[in-house]
């Protein structure tokens, strides 16, 4: 049963934007904080921004903090990453999931879904 389904992602020249979406299974998604992760080639998968389950709290990675914006659909269980100002350090496979609980804490709760590739170039 896939959980989730990340899509949007693409090449793009540095200063670019690029939005984009993660639909999630009801299970998965109702109730529970959402998180947007990315992981580049070599390195460990890193957590980037998450919101809370309302969707009143957001919070950023000080990396992508002023450049990425992270909402959250709850009548169509899904979650947006709206990236503006790209650079070619944010070139990675981007991945949603949840968590536990309402708020953003602990680790994520689901499996991993394929996630989508984000190409920078400079």
């Known amino acids: 049963q896939v959980q989730l389904v990340e899509s949007g992602g693409g090449l793009v020249q540095a200063g670019g934007s690029l939005r984009l979406s993660c639909a999630a299974s009801g299970s998965i998604f109702r109730g529970r904080a959402m998180g947007w992760y990315r992981q580049a080639p070599g390195k460990q998968r890193e957590l980037v921004a998450t919101?809370?389950?309302?969707?009143?709290?957001?919070g950023y990675a000080d990396s992508v903090k002023g450049r990425f914006t992270i909402s959250r659909d709850n009548s169509e269980n899904t979650v947006h990453l709206q990236m503006n100002s790209l650079k070619p350090e944010d070139t990675a496979v981007y991945y949603c999931?949840?968590?536990?609980?309402?708020?953003?804490?602990?680790?994520?709760?689901?499996?991993w879904g394929q996630g989508t590739q984000v190409t920078v170039s400079s």
């Open positions: 999931n949840a968590f536990r609980s309402g708020i953003a804490v602990g680790p994520p709760f689901g499996s």
């Open positions: 919101i809370t389950s309302g969707g009143g709290i957001t």
